[in-house]
């Protein structure tokens, strides 16, 4: 299950910005965050919110396996079920981005979507200090949980850069949540596919 359904947030994601292209309507990485798929046009609002409560549910699931997988490898149990809180923190923001999207309370969207980033960053770098401490995982991969959350640090910095009116923050803001959100794809489909290959050796 897990396998296939992390493949749900690229495939809804492509297909969301996809519908909203095909409407004739503006669309630019530079311009739209990933959640203006939420309030699309043409039925990509529907395949984006769905995806992200459908994403949501996943998540949980891939961080158990992931949480299980790293105690294998002698990992501090606590130092895991720290990480898993923040996934989970994370996992549930993704749900309810899709439950409460921008045309509602533009508010609670928000504090859902900081759900998502902050628990996203913190669960980032602590999966990857757990993984230095794991044997039998390479040191690249743990580094890849540090990469991946100074994506997360950036995008937050030029985020709150906006609340300051400083222009140069707007077109970069939007753009650096799609290269954060294609760095994170990768690290969870590149942890599955490490996960599924260790199973096989053993």
């Known amino acids: ?60 699931f891939f961080f158990l396996n992931l949480s299980v997988f790293l105690i294998k490898k002698e990992v501090p149990r606590y130092l895991v079920n720290i990480s898993f809180i923040a996934s989970l923190i994370s996992s549930i923001g993704i749900f309810m981005i899709g439950l409460f999207p921008g045309d509602g309370s533009q508010v609670l969207h928000n504090v859902v979507s900081s759900l998502f980033f902050l628990g996203g960053l913190a669960y980032c770098i602590l999966y990857g200090i757990a993984e230095w401490k794991a044997k039998g995982i390479s040191k690249l991969q743990a580094l890849s949980g540090f990469v991946v959350a100074f994506f997360f640090i950036v995008f937050i910095f030029f985020t709150a850069l906006i609340y300051y009116n400083i222009e140069i923050a707007f077109d970069l803001s939007h753009f650096l949540e799609w290269i954060l959100m294609a760095a994170l794809l990768f690290w969870i489909i590149g942890h599955e596919i490490s996960m599924i290959k260790d199973k096989k050796l053993t």
């Open 1 to 60: 299950m897990v396998s296939i359904g992390v493949f749900i947030p690229f495939f809804t994601i492509s297909l969301s910005t996809f519908l909203y292209i095909s409407s004739d309507s503006p669309f630019s990485v530079f311009t739209h965050y990933l959640s203006h798929l939420g309030i699309g046009p043409n039925g990509s609002n529907i395949v984006f919110n769905l995806g992200s409560m459908f994403s949501g549910v996943v998540m949980v």
